[in-house]
């Protein structure tokens, strides 16, 4: 790798959060800036290469290697351009790469977040000495990236890893890319509000009415991860509902890839074995009795780190072949 640094950089729908390392992966500064998608891309990347210059401003971009990035998708990342994320709406066909690369002179690799925070839990993480993994996250959509031998599973030039547009009931709601009975439309974090509400508004009681103060608008995944925690009936039967959708997805996935770990991330996955347990069960259930065991159910190791961690690995990768430092120590 010819540089002593990397720069990592998650581009989320909310904010985009930037990270200096050194060459053993130890994240050395940190920066975050609200993406506010509403003002543009113009806006947002020219707050992006700020943030940028500002964490890695205790070196000198001679002694950079290069610029990964991890943005949602949909994106090409051969091209570098961010095509047509529902996360950033008015984002399209933003040739990101191309700018990064004319202001800071360095190298900038780009790839879908999922995938990212894939690599991040491969080499980093809960996917640490597996040869094949699935990654899922879970929050307010749902996303995921797949590794096989080490290496992201693409298919032609993009993510194949859609994960969220898997159909798990053909009778269900229509999710938000028009088609129906997608997972994400039954198991994202939007997901689990909705029905918590629908449950409420068909006249179950449940504790997350006085969680919100009555107001049902202000229902989040979290609210019903909460009241489940508390053992209420209503919001335990939401959150079972969301796994068992979870895990009839995680059942064709194991019996398609044979990963040797499925990891769930996202901030559903805070609800820990609530969520968990469903898909366990599922797998139980369901797998083809070869399957069944051979494929562990955790959570991520790293938390929201995942991508940054996955966009470290990136720009290391980009000239030396294995990592070998936990960059958490």
Same mark, same amino acid.
């Given at each position: ?5 990397? /720069?990592?950089?998650? !581009? =989320? @729908? ?8 050194? &060459?053993? $992966?130890? %994240?050395?500064?940190?920066g975050a800036e609200p993406t ?43 091209r570098g351009v961010i095509l ?53 996250? /879970?929050?307010?959509? !749902? =996303? @995921? ?8 599973? &693409?298919? $032609?030039? %993009? ?72 053992g209420d009936v209503t919001a ?94």
């Open positions: 790798m010819n540089g002593l640094f990397v /720069v990592a950089v998650d !581009i =989320g @729908g909310t904010s985009f959060r930037v990270a200096l390392a050194d &060459r053993e $992966g130890r %994240l050395l500064a940190r506010r998608p509403q003002e543009g891309p113009g806006s947002g990347i020219r707050r992006l290469k700020d943030a940028i210059r500002k964490t890695a401003s205790s070196v000198s971009f001679k002694e950079v290697a290069g610029i990964a990035v991890g943005a949602a998708g949909p994106i090409d990342p051969l047509t994320p529902p996360s950033l709406p008015t984002w399209r066909d933003v040739r990101l790469k191309e700018q990064l690369e004319e202001e800071f002179q360095v190298p900038i690799w780009m790839e879908n977040d999922a995938d990212l925070a894939a690599l991040g839990e491969h080499r980093f993480g809960a996917g640490r000495g597996c040869d094949r993994l699935i990654y899922i996250t /879970v929050s307010t959509g !749902i =996303g @995921g990236g797949i590794i096989i031998n080490g290496e992201f599973l &693409r298919g $032609g030039g %993009l993510s194949v890893a859609e994960i969220g547009h898997v159909v798990v009931d053909p009778d269900g709601p229509v999710c938000n890319c028009g088609g129906r009975g997608h997972l994400e439309a039954v198991a994202s974090g939007t997901a689990i509000a909705r029905m918590a509400v629908e449950s409420i508004s068909q006249g179950h009681s449940s504790a997350i009415s006085h969680l919100v103060g009555g107001h049902l608008s202000m229902v989040t995944a979290e609210t019903v991860k909460e009241a489940a925690g508390q335990q039967a939401v959150m079972q509902k969301a796994g068992t959708s979870l895990g009839i997805a995680v059942v064709s996935l194991i019996h398609i890839f044979d990963p040797e770990v499925v990891i769930i991330g996202g901030g559903v996955s805070n609800a820990g074995e609530l969520i968990l347990n469903p898909i366990r069960q599922v797998i139980t259930e369901r797998a083809m009795p070869d399957f069944r065991n051979r494929a562990r159910v955790v959570r991520s190791s790293l938390g929201d780190d995942s991508v940054i961690l996955g966009a470290v690995a990136l720009a290391l990768e980009g000239g030396i072949s294995h990592i070998v430092v936990d960059p958490r120590n």
